[in-house]
């Protein structure tokens, strides 16, 4: 039996409804620590360098972590990681709120970074599997997901910090619960295919691979690369504002309340993007006119942010409808650029990895920039626009990676 033999209890409902509960896991974890970042640092000690270092542990995690996913994707089927990473990301959830040691936040907050990663990665393949005539709806749905609830981490955190006794340890470890809820889910698809594995990875038994003849490693591939860097340039242009426009805005005078709504309206028309991105990616013979308008949206955000700060909110809003679309058209290309789902999890594993690299380098580079001024934040951010529009004409062509299968 291959991976695209119908099986009755596989209804479409229950294929999206196990995507999205995997989408709305993965960002309260980390969007509910920065709230009540203060409440950690008076019952903790930890200094402020040491809380920025805390709140950069799952990026660079991700970046580790994301090569070896393909890995596992081979040895064992998408469900059965799956279960493995929603299990991880349960128990990290818990850990890290856990009274005692400082280690537990500092370990629980890693290992909740690596099961995001693997997560992360395995998505382009579920998606290409299950959903391969309609993967750009499907995953900006996904994303717009995503999204809402990486809102509600932020919204949510210090309502719930004081709503319980426990404080900011309740506000983390309260997120365990949607995990929980995933596995109900997941263990009875992992349950249900034992055969997966044999079928997915294997080029003698499965008609989703292209070809038994051994082909170059992603990593030796150009598209591989161009795509990686699409992905971590809208990481870099998401990142950079999330942490620097509200800094930026009270330089200007903008009250701190403000600036946290702005930075609202940026995630809000990052959903829109989200949403948007099919059709984007609709526009033209290619993708490549669909790849570029987020580097031109940013551009131009960036630009009005440094030459009518007074219409801030606009700004943010077009920038974070770049991130957001650009995001989309980063995942559906994986997806869509590579042969088999073997492939598809390489690529995903390749372009994340290179992706929070850039992006994590490019915070350096904007902390440093900051001390310069507003502005050589603001520019650089005009540098990655423009270098999303280059390489958005690079992914946007319709060719496929091939890799060893």
């Known amino acids: 039996m291959t991976s695209t033999t119908p099986r009755p209890w596989l209804s479409t409902a229950y294929l999206l409804a196990a995507v999205l509960i995997i989408a709305v896991n993965l960002r309260p974890v980390l969007t509910s620590l920065g709230p009540v970042l203060h409440l950690v640092k008076a019952d903790t000690g930890l200094s402020d360098p040491a809380l920025g270092a805390l709140g950069a542990v799952p990026i660079v995690i991700f970046a580790l972590v994301s090569p070896l996913v393909s890995r596992l994707l081979h ?108 596995l109900l889910l997941w263990v009875p698809r992992a349950l249900q295919h034992p055969t ?15 070809t038994a003849l051994p082909t170059p490693s992603v990593w030796r591939r150009a598209l591989a690369w161009q795509l990686a860097m699409y992905m971590g340039l809208q990481s870099a242009g998401f990142f950079v504002m ?15 309340e403000t600036a946290g709504w702005h930075l609202f309206v940026l995630q809000v028309l990052g959903l829109v ?82 992706g929070y690299a850039l992006a994590g380098g ?17 520019l650089q951010m005009v540098v990655i626009g423009g270098a999303i529009v280059v390489v958005g004409l690079l992914v946007g062509r319709h060719r496929m990676v091939f890799a060893a299968a």
């Not at 997966?196 to 292209?210: D, F, K, L, M």
């Not at 915070?363 to 001390?371: D, E, N, Y």
Request: net charge positive; glycine share 10%.
């Open 75 to 182: 040895r064992f089927d998408i469900e059965l990681t799956m279960v493995g990473a929603l299990s991880v990301l349960v128990i990290a959830t818990i850990w890290r709120a856990l009274p005692g040691l400082d280690a537990n936040l500092w370990l629980g907050t890693a290992l909740a970074g690596a099961a995001i990663a693997v997560t992360n990665v395995a998505m382009p393949a579920l998606v290409k599997r299950d959903f391969p005539f309609v993967a750009p709806r499907v995953t900006s749905v996904y994303v717009a997901a995503l999204s809402i609830f990486s809102g509600l981490g932020s919204g949510l955190a210090v309502p719930l910090a004081q709503w319980s006794s426990y404080g900011w340890r309740f506000s983390l470890g309260a997120w365990a619960i949607l995990g929980v809820l995933a």
């Open 196 to 210: 997966r594995r044999s079928s997915a990875v294997n080029p003698r038994t499965s008609a989703t691979t292209s």
């Open 242 to 256: 999330v942490t620097w426009l509200p800094s930026i805005e009270q330089d200007l005078g903008v009250p701190a």
């Open 273 to 354: 993007g989200n949403l948007t991105a099919p059709l984007l990616m609709r526009l033209g013979a290619d993708e490549r006119l669909g790849a570029m308008i987020p580097g031109l949206t940013m551009i131009t955000g960036s630009f009005g942010l440094i030459l009518a700060p007074q219409f801030v909110w606009a700004w943010a809003g077009l920038i974070g409808y770049s991130t957001g679309s650009a995001f989309v058209i980063a995942l559906t290309l994986m997806a869509q650029r590579a042969p088999n789902t073997r492939v598809a999890g390489q690529l995903s594993g390749m372009s994340q990895a290179v």
């Open 362 to 378: 490019c915070l350096v580079v904007a902390g440093w920039l900051r001390g310069v001024g507003n502005d050589a934040v603001l």
